[in-house]
């Protein structure tokens, strides 16, 4: 459908603003996302189930694709979008609310192609710095992402807006146990590196040729001792003096690309 039929398919539809939250998070176990390469991934996954869509005019001629003429969408400024985001989000003019994404169990994982690493997080509970490394895990061609359901920030649209897309793509796995997960990780046959400064040897240094399950920790904390303990190696990287460390998502950025050019 051209653009100008997508427009006359979709114009007609606007009425008040509802269901405005002021916190970002949607009702009824709904995920709420913002801006466009969140909200235009999220309507391109055919495994979303899609509630509402609210969006400025403009905004809308910006969506790669068109949307079905039944699709609920209203119409609104951007001054009442942001009441339905979380406080200065940057919703760009669209904010879209559905469900969240079907859980994704390990297994399903450990029986794909062990080329690509799995990425695992422990108590890494910012959503930028976990949007961030989805993004990378995405870009890099990981395998998944394995986070404690406890200890990691539920999904949402501040995730949605850090990792530009990649939570619709990138398989997320959320365990009761992190270190029972990681033996079924090594039961699968992946080599488990974890990344801490305080290893004597450099990531470069203990990368395996056989499948590579990346394992980070918290900024400040690092990862805890008995997560440690599940790894068959710690890592750091080979950073100059005059930093200390890191940014969890610039690390995981790294050790993700190391993996794939190795």
């Not at 146990?177 to 203990?206: C, F, P, S, V």
């Not at 805890?224 to 100059?240: F, M, T």
Request: hydrophobic share 45%.
């Amino acid at each position: 459908m051209a653009k100008g039929e997508r427009k006359r398919a979709l114009r007609g539809r606007a009425g008040r603003m509802k269901g405005g939250r002021g916190s970002g998070r949607a009702g009824s176990g709904q995920v709420r996302l913002w801006g466009r390469h969140a909200v235009e991934a999220a309507l391109k996954n055919p495994d979303r189930v899609h509630r509402k869509l609210w969006a400025t005019r403009d905004a809308i001629d910006t969506l790669d694709g068109e949307l079905p003429a039944d699709f609920p969408l209203e119409y609104a400024e951007a001054t009442d979008l942001a009441r339905l985001v979380a406080k200065d989000a940057p919703h760009q003019g669209l904010v879209l609310e559905c469900a969240p994404l079907e859980d994704m169990h390990l297994d399903e994982v450990l029986d794909g192609d062990p080329a690509r690493p799995i990425v695992v997080l422990d108590q890494v509970t910012d959503p930028h710095n976990v949007g961030a490394i989805m993004r990378s895990a995405a870009a890099f061609g990981a395998a998944a992402l394995v986070t404690q359901d406890r200890h990691a920030p539920p999904e949402g649209g501040v995730i949605g807006k850090s990792d530009s897309g990649a939570l619709e793509v990138l398989p997320w796995v959320r365990v009761v146990n992190l270190a029972r997960a990681l033996e079924q990780i090594a039961e699968a046959g992946y080599w488990r590196i974890g990344l801490t400064g305080t290893a004597d040897a450099t990531l470069g240094e203990t990368l395996a040729a056989g499948p590579i399950a990346l394992v980070l920790g918290a900024e400040g904390e690092g990862m805890r001792q008995n997560i440690e303990s599940h790894c068959d190696v710690l890592a750091k990287l080979p950073i100059g003096d005059q930093i200390e460390s890191l940014n969890v998502s610039n690390a995981g950025a790294i050790a993700l690309y190391a993996v794939a050019t190795r």
